[in-house]
Structure formats: structure tokens, C-alpha cells
């Protein structure tokens, strides 16, 4: 017991001694003397490849759920609506969000959960012995050591996005799944949006050609809720403001990211290899933050680091290109863009949903024309679960359908939809577009985070609730 209790400190002191610790301290005002690129730096394997890899089937999946807040809130919501989904734990610093979590379960007539409150309680849920998988929502810091410790007590890790926020921290996932055979999913659930699955089975099945360029973004106005006190709905301890004081480049890709690049097969044929990131001065947060406060206050004072609007565009092995945006701080509606084009045609989403084909590409389909390709190419998920994924909610039902695929894929011992050099591919964009907007927007090189296992990896299927 000793032994495990030093065991911990260890790895508390480690995930607590804050951005130094985690490989952050050489972000901000010292990447003027960071090395470039990174890719040279591949550490040796620990274990052999998770690519495509399967575990035992799970036939009740046992949750611990850590960090009860905005996110994971809902994620009790939608897991306790699951067949083979029990939720066994719940973790987070304020007990009142624990006690309305399992007034939930009690109320739908579930056995409530073990509580845990302490700071480093998440530990202790990731020890139990009745626990298959680790769901975390925790502020951004946490995910990683999480999901490492997780993956090292034997259990399965799923964590909300981005996965992981230094490139150090990408290869601790990469390292810590392929030592332990274990699962680690980042939680991306726009991979699971209807249009988005349309648009995957399309590319999968050859509508658009060959497809050369992709672009997504995360473009929402966060203005207010990066200001507001927790009590008044903003983010625990002002986590996501604090970040926007110290960091530039794009924090958040993975929303715009991860469908275009699940539809061009990246880690599965393709890789990212190089991208380069420039980003606009600051101004939405101290407008905002005047006008919201007084130019005389605190918030007006303080200094952000966050550009407006950053712009990364990235490059494949195989000559292909992806352009990302991110914007939090400015006056302009929600916008993911996903918008992919290829030799026989296109797809976007924002603003309207539109699709443009060979022979008649110069403009975009009619609405009768549009719906045909939308029901002919009506992804499996989205035809076996999608009326009930609406009903239950989460963003317009793709939450729900990610994590029910999740569950669905653990008790049937297959495969997951992302896996983790999924997680560590997309989350790179962060570190790695801060780097490059620091040393003028110059090209940094992307790891090969599988190692070379992308050159034979299938591309995704396109995958059911039935296989």
C-alpha cells in the first residue's frame, strides 16, 4: 500500500507542479528559443502498435466519469441512457455537482455513484478495481494525466478535447497505450455530426474524387463565458481565460479537424507532415472586457496573448492540404466550417449545408437534388441510432451517438473510431501552431505519432452498430 501511495505523489507532484512540468514552460515567451522542428525527437517504443487494436469485450461497461461540470454533467445524462453503460464513480472538487449527478441516477432508478471530492481524487477512481473505462472532462491541463494514469491501472481512458496540449504530452499517450495495450479516445464528437458521417460515407465511397484539400475551424464567441464566474456559468476557475492570457496559436483544432481528417484517411494512408500558423493581434478579449468592466478594470488591464483569429494550414505525405481556423474572441457566429473538395467535387457545411458534383460542379445542388444525396448516402449510425440520439440530446445528437458507438465498440471487443494517435495527430496543432505563429510562421514538422503504422492502416470504415 505504501509502495502505491508514493507511486501516487510521484505522479501527483507531476501533474500538479503546473506548465513547466507538462512541457508548457517552454511555450509563451520561450519559444523564441525552442528547437525546431520536433519530428526528430521519436522516442523509442515502449510497446507494440494499438493501431486497429481490440480488447476483450466488456459486457457492462463500468464508468468513472471525473470533472462534473459542463461536460461532464451531460455525460452522465447521455451514459446513463446506454444499455451496458454503468456508472460506477464520479469525481470532481465541487460536491454539489456530484450530489445533482446522482440525484440523476437515482432518479432514473440507477444506483448512484461512489463520490469523490478530494484534488487528487481522480487517481483514486482510476485504482478501483470495479472500473473499465475513465471518462474525463476535466479543464484542459488534466486530460493527459488522466488519461495516462488511467491507461497504467489498467483501464481504458476517454477524454475530452484536446486530448493532450504539448507534444510531450502527445507521445505520454502514445507511449503509455502501446506499453499497456490499452484504449485512449479523445472525445471528439463532431466526428459523429450527420453531416459529417454523410460527408465520410460520400468520400468513402468515392463521390468526390480524390480529395486534395479540406478545411475546418472552430469559430463560437466565447467572449462571455470566458469572463463569467463559475456560479454565473462560465468556466471553472476562469481555466479557459487564463489559458487565452498566456498561449497564442490555435488551443482548440480538433472540432474542424478531426472529420476532415478522418475523411482523408490521415494515420491510415496519410500523415501530416509540416504545417505552418499565423495569428492576428489580440483585440476581442480587452474590447470586450472594457466595455463589459471599465477600461480601468482588472480584466481591461491584463494582458492576452490568445490572437483573434489564427489560420494553420497544414500538409500531407501525400501532397494533400488542410487549412484550420480558431476564433473565441470575436463578434461572429458559430462556424466549423467542414468543407472538403476533391477531383469530382465538394461538401460545406457552414453556412448552409451545400454539395457541388461533376458534371454540374459550377454550382451547388438544388434542394431536391441535395436531399437525395443526403438520404442515398445516410451514414449507418445516423440510420440506426439518429432518431434516438435527437431525442436524448448533446449537440444535436452527436454526443450521444459518440458515445454510443464507444460503449457499443468496448462490450463487443472492437476496434474504436479514434484511437490514440488519432488523439495525439490532432491535439500536436496545438503546441506545434504555437510554435510556428512564435518564430514568424515558419513550417514546424508534425511526428509520425504511429511510427510508420500509417502506411499500412486501412482507412476507417464506415462503421454500424450491427458489425
Known amino acids: 500500500m505504501e509502495e502505491k501511495n508514493n507511486s501516487r505523489r510521484s505522479f501527483i507532484k507531476l501533474a500538479t507542479l503546473g506548465t513547466a512540468a507538462l512541457g508548457l514552460g ?4 520561450g519559444l523564441a528559443n525552442a528547437a525546431l522542428p520536433f519530428a526528430s525527437d521519436q522516442p523509442k517504443p515502449k510497446g507494440k502498435s494499438v493501431m486497429g487494436l481490440t480488447c476483450d469485450p466488456i459486457e457492462t461497461v463500468r464508468i468513472g466519469i471525473i470533472g462534473i461540470g459542463m461536460r461532464g454533467s451531460e455525460a452522465v445524462r447521455r451514459l446513463m441512457q446506454i444499455e451496458g453503460a454503468s456508472i460506477r464513480a464520479l469525481c470532481d472538487v465541487r460536491p454539489e455537482l456530484l450530489k445533482e449527478a446522482n440525484s440523476r441516477l437515482r432518479e432514473a432508478g440507477l444506483p448512484e ?8 481524487d481522480w487517481m483514486k477512481i482510476c485504482e478501483r478495481d470495479d472500473i473499465d473505462l475513465i471518462y474525463s472532462c476535466t479543464p484542459w491541463t488534466l486530460h493527459t494525466p488522466v488519461s495516462v494514469y488511467a491507461m497504467k491501472q489498467g483501464k481504458h481512458a476517454a477524454t475530452e478535447v484536446p486530448a493532450a496540449l ?3 504530452e502527445c507521445w505520454q499517450l502514445v507511449d503509455t ?5 490499452r484504449h485512449c479516445m479523445m472525445l471528439e464528437n463532431c466526428c459523429y455530426d450527420f453531416f459529417e458521417l454523410n460527408t465520410l460515407n460520400m468520400a468513402r465511397q468515392g463521390v468526390f474524387g480524390d480529395i486534395l484539400h479540406a478545411e475546418g475551424a472552430y469559430i463560437h464567441d466565447l467572449r462571455e463565458l470566458k469572463f463569467l464566474d463559475e456560479a454565473q456559468g462560465g468556466y471553472y476557475d476562469y481555466w479557459r481565460l487564463k489559458y487565452s492570457m498566456k498561449h497564442t496559436g490555435n488551443p482548440y483544432p480538433t472540432h474542424g479537424l478531426g472529420p476532415i481528417a478522418q475523411i482523408m484517411g490521415i494515420n491510415r494512408g496519410d500523415r501530416f507532415i509540416s504545417l505552418t500558423s499565423m495569428s492576428s493581434r489580440q483585440e476581442g478579449l480587452s474590447l470586450y472586457a472594457a466595455a463589459t468592466y471599465g477600461s480601468d478594470s482588472p480584466q481591461a488591464r491584463q494582458s492576452y496573448a490568445l490572437g483573434d483569429m489564427n489560420t494553420t494550414l497544414i500538409q500531407t505525405e501525400k501532397g494533400k492540404t488542410l487549412m484550420l481556423q480558431h ?4 463578434p461572429r457566429p458559430y462556424n466549423r466550417l467542414h468543407l472538403i473538395s476533391g477531383t469530382k467535387g465538394m461538401a460545406r457545411k457552414y453556412p ?4 457541388a458534383l461533376e458534371p454540374e460542379s459550377h454550382h451547388f445542388a438544388g434542394s431536391d437534388a441535395f436531399n437525395e444525396l443526403m438520404k442515398t448516402y445516410e451514414h449507418p449510425l445516423s440510420r440506426q441510432i439518429g432518431e434516438k440520439a435527437k431525442l436524448v440530446g448533446g449537440h444535436g445528437g452527436m454526443d450521444f451517438i459518440m458515445d454510443y458507438r464507444l460503449i457499443y465498440c468496448l462490450r463487443n471487443g472492437l476496434p474504436l473510431d479514434q484511437d490514440v494517435y488519432d488523439a495525439a495527430a490532432w491535439s500536436s496543432v496545438v503546441q506545434l501552431s504555437e510554435l510556428s505563429v512564435t518564430h514568424n510562421s515558419n513550417a514546424v514538422e ?5 511510427r510508420g503504422a500509417w502506411k499500412t492502416a486501412k482507412p476507417l470504415g464506415i462503421v454500424s452498430i450491427s458489425e
Open 166 to 168: 504539448t507534444i510531450d
Open 446 to 450: 508534425v511526428p509520425d505519432f504511429t
Open 177 to 181: 497505450a502501446e506499453e499497456t495495450q
Open 26 to 29: 517552454t511555450l509563451g515567451n
Open 352 to 355: 448552409v449545408q451545400a454539395i
Open 327 to 330: 476564433n473565441t474572441t470575436s
Open 113 to 120: 455513484a461512489a463520490e469523490y471530492t478530494g484534488p487528487d
